[in-house]
């Protein structure tokens, strides 16, 4: 498969980002996005998309990924559940640089999101997370540690700042046009 081959998969990777995530034909972006990333029924992957690698990436059904968001799964897989809301420029990084290592080594691990989450614009979710079912991520947030279930973050690094109420109903399905 094209995957295997890092040259490919940089290629594929530009491809992707550069044109393949402006164009304004949601069906062909998606089409694209489909034979890489395993995307569950009405969801939606808005212009601007970013990766920092095609692989590992999962996203259930009725989810949006508003535009200009950024997903990084060189370092481990990113899992995102069910009627997830994710708002524009949201980053999620599986890898990253390990400040104490002299030699800047990364380090990473998986990213994962479960049902009924919402994150807001610009936030940022590093390695090794998991974001529990319900919470809400505030934008601006940079979230380091998992979040449990129900619970309002926000703040770098984030801390909870509230409760959400755990009535959720699932999203009716968003068509959004030419997004």
């Known amino acids: 498969m094209l995957l295997k081959s890092s040259k490919a998969r940089h290629l594929l990777r530009y491809f992707s980002n550069v044109f393949i995530g402006k164009l304004p034909l949601k ?3 998606h089409s694209w996005w489909k034979l890489f990333v395993s995307i569950g029924t009405e969801s939606n992957i808005m212009m601007g998309f970013k990766v920092r690698d095609l692989r590992n990436i999962t996203i259930g059904q009725t989810t949006n990924i508003n535009p200009n968001c950024m997903f990084d799964s060189r370092g481990g897989k990113i899992s995102i559940g069910n009627y997830v809301d994710i708002a524009p420029e949201v980053n999620i990084w599986t890898l990253e640089h390990d400040p104490q290592s002299p030699d800047f080594k990364t380090k990473g691990g998986d990213v994962i999101i479960e049902d009924y989450v919402w994150i807001g614009n610009r936030a940022v979710i590093l390695p090794n997370v998991r974001v529990g079912q ?3 991520v505030a934008t601006g ?3 380091t540690k998992d979040v449990e279930p129900y619970t309002i973050v926000g703040g770098v690094p984030a801390k909870k ?4 109420n755990k009535e959720q109903n699932p999203r009716k399905k968003y068509k959004p046009f030419l997004l």
């Open 27 to 29: 069906t062909v972006r």
């Open 141 to 143: 947030a940079v979230v």
């Open 161 to 164: 700042i509230g409760d959400r």
């Open 134 to 136: 319900g919470a809400v």
